[in-house]
């Protein structure tokens, strides 16, 4: 088994090689020019918002009653880059990664959602952050693109609709139990056509 996942983890690595080769050759080019400074800066950087990603999933699952660790979650954050790099719908299949991963780990199905969620507030919170340091900047120079607001205005909604998921539980549990209920129903008539089903409970548990 550990052979086949090294060779997974193998050809993953070729394939990010070659499909970056193109970035790469740039950087070399880059070394040549003797911006070494900059480089390391941006490395350091690069590898600094790593780590606070990884405190903040450390923080978001401790939230839910389950330490996770701040080292497990450094390899799962350079874990998320492969998945975000080659898979499809990234965000929709980091955020199942993280879920599973923590189901690994203990968790039930409630506390791996939402500490999943929690982790996935933060990330994007921060982002919105940059954006309207960006917004502001493009309003102050007269250079306002429309792409730009628009997906910062859809992240803000993404943000509100993931924190009233909480919100809601505190304020009004039945109304989140209903939610996650109807669906469940949901979910199990869409799978059902594959002949799979959630596992029993799951709307009750997650909510």
């Known amino acids: ?9 193998g050809i993953v690595a070729v394939c990010f090689l070659i499909g970056n080769a193109d970035y790469l050759a740039n950087f070399i080019d880059t070394l040549k020019t003797g911006a070494l400074v900059p480089l390391v800066l941006s490395i350091i950087l690069m590898l600094g918002r790593h780590f606070v990603q990884a405190a903040s999933y450390d923080a978001a699952f401790d939230a839910v009653g389950h330490a996770t660790g701040f080292w497990h979650n450094v390899i799962l954050i350079f874990s998320l880059v492969f998945i975000n790099t080659f898979c499809l719908f990234s965000g929709a299949t980091g955020v199942a990664f993280i879920i599973d991963d923590a189901h690994r780990e203990g968790c039930d199905a409630g506390q791996s959602t ?6 996935q507030i933060g990330y994007f919170a921060a982002i919105f952050v940059i954006s309207a340091i960006g917004f502001f900047t493009m309003l102050v120079a007269g ?22 998921l909480f919100f809601i539980g505190y304020r009004k549990p039945r109304v989140l139990y209903r939610f996650f209920l109807g669906l469940e ?12 089903a959630l596992p029993a409970g799951w709307g009750r548990k997650t909510a």
């Open 185 to 196: 129903r949901a979910l199990n008539r869409v799978i059902g056509l594959f002949k799979k």
């Open 1 to 9: 088994m550990k052979k086949a996942l090294l060779l997974i983890l």
């Open 143 to 164: 250079q306002v693109n429309f792409l730009f607001v628009t997906g910062a205005v859809v992240l803000a909604g993404t943000l509100v609709a993931l924190s009233s």
């Open 114 to 119: 939402g500490g999943a969620i929690l982790s």
